[in-house]
C-alpha cells in the first residue's frame, strides 16, 4: 500500500443497493492501494427547512473532521478538475506535509456555508447538480482512476 490515506466523509448512508454495491466496488479497489476512511455523518431531519438542516449536517461535518485532515470539499461552484489533475492533487498531498486528504460530500440540500469555509479546496464533479449516493459513487470511481494514473495502471484512457 502507497500513498497516504485518504478519508470520506458523507452525509446519510447509501440506501439505494445499486449505489451501496458501486461504491463497495471502488472501494474495494482503491484500497488495494490505500487506505480509505470512510465516515457517514447522520442526515437532518428531513421535517427541516433546507437551511437549518444544512446547518446541523454541517455542524456533523465539522465536528466528525480530525485535526490532520485536509478538507476538500465537493461543491457544484468549486473547481472543475479532469481526472488527471485529480491525481495530481492527491500526488502533491502525498508528498507535503499537509496531512491527510478528507473529500467531504453534502446531503440531499447541498452542504453549509461553513463546511465551504473550511475548505482546502473546493472541487465540482460537475456543474450539474448530482444526487448525493450518486456524487459519492463517482467521487470513488475518480479517486480509483486517480490511483490507476498515479500507478501508471491501464484503467485510465
Not at 444544512?54 to 461552484?77: C, M, T, W, Y
Not at 508528498?95 to 463546511?115: N, Y
Not at 459513487?137 to 491501464?154: D, G, M, N, S, W
Request: a positive charge.
Amino acid at each position: 500500500m502507497t500513498g497516504k490515506p485518504l478519508r470520506l466523509i458523507s452525509v446519510g448512508r447509501l440506501k439505494t443497493p445499486f449505489w451501496k454495491d458501486a461504491a463497495a466496488h471502488y472501494l474495494a479497489r482503491i484500497t488495494r492501494w490505500r487506505r480509505l476512511e470512510c465516515t457517514e455523518v447522520r442526515d437532518g431531519d428531513a421535517a427541516l427547512p433546507p437551511d437549518r438542516r444544512n446547518s446541523l449536517e454541517g455542524r456533523r461535518i465539522l465536528e466528525a473532521l480530525a485535526p490532520q485532515d485536509v478538507p476538500l470539499v465537493l461543491d457544484e461552484r468549486g473547481l472543475s478538475l479532469t481526472s488527471p489533475q485529480l491525481a495530481a492533487l492527491l500526488g502533491q498531498l502525498d508528498q507535503e506535509a499537509r496531512g491527510r486528504a478528507c473529500f467531504i460530500v453534502g446531503g440531499a440540500w447541498g452542504l453549509d456555508e461553513a463546511v465551504r469555509g473550511r475548505a482546502y479546496r473546493l472541487i465540482s464533479l460537475s456543474a450539474m447538480t448530482l444526487p448525493h449516493e450518486l456524487a459519492r459513487v463517482v467521487l470513488l470511481e475518480q479517486l480509483y482512476r486517480a490511483e490507476c494514473i498515479l500507478r501508471k495502471v491501464p484503467y485510465h484512457h
